[in-house]
């Protein structure tokens, strides 16, 4: 069936360098886009989120990059910090089926 | 803010017997969702609902009944357990029909022995 999935399990970058988590999907009906952070023994959280007809955003220290050619799915932080040691899930949906799918995520590890 | 309440946090439970756990919201959003969280396969949606009074299955809803009799709370039951169903269980809500951001409760552990 068609997933939402990450290129890498893991990820260890040294504080204050830029981090990038990939993220791939399948289904191209695929409309929305959603990153989450999971820290642990807590739920996830919202970080940043992209529709289909924008290929970038912002947030604050975050970008969300999407390429609809290849369906690829990007999370870049800057500066990454120690408060950044989390889990990091991509989701999707459609408009038609109005529930996100989850990747199953990437562990990024900040190295001080 | 409140925001998701989710209780029990954490529970052991013998296979064969009925648990049902709870969920609660207080930001008035129309749909909620049940997700359940195994290593390795990331968060897999088990019943969801739209609005009160509807519900839906989702990806693994196979074992878990849900019920929306109003805005507020979204329970989750398991009538009878299995250990393949130990998890962790989030409860989640969006004020729109799920194009938008999801609230995460902070889970509830659930161990069938």
């Known amino acids: 069936g068609e997933s939402v999935g990450l290129h890498l399990p893991t990820l260890s970058v040294q504080e204050g360098d830029n981090s990038i988590i990939n993220c791939a999907y399948s289904n191209s009906a695929s409309d929305y886009f959603i990153w989450y952070k999971q820290e642990s023994g807590k739920g996830p959280q919202f970080i940043i989120d992209?529709?289909?007809?924008?290929d970038k955003r912002q947030g604050q220290r975050v970008t969300v990059l999407l390429n609809k050619t290849v369906k690829h799915l990007s999370l870049q932080i800057a500066a990454t910090q120690p408060g950044d040691s989390a889990v990091y899930f991509c989701?999707?949906?459609?408009?038609?089926?109005?529930?996100?799918?989850f990747g199953a995520g990437t562990t990024v590890t900040v190295r001080a | 803010t409140a925001g998701i309440t989710q209780a029990p946090t954490s529970q052991i439970l013998a296979a064969g017997r009925s648990m049902t756990l709870r969920c609660t919201q207080d930001?008035?959003?129309?749909?909620m969702y049940w997700y359940r969280q195994d290593l390795g396969l990331g968060l897999r949606l088990i019943h969801y609902s739209n609005t009160a009074g509807t519900t839906g299955k989702g990806e693994v809803p196979d074992g878990y009944s849900v019920s929306r009799a109003n805005t507020d709370d979204f329970p989750l039951t398991l009538a009878s357990a299995v250990p393949s169903q130990t998890s962790v269980y989030f409860c989640a809500s969006s004020d729109s029909t799920g194009t938008g951001e999801l609230f995460f409760g902070e889970g509830s552990r659930l161990t069938v022995l």
């Open positions: 930001m008035r959003h129309n749909a």
């Open positions: 989701a999707e949906s459609t408009t038609n089926d109005y529930k996100l799918s």
């Open positions: 992209i529709r289909s007809n924008m």
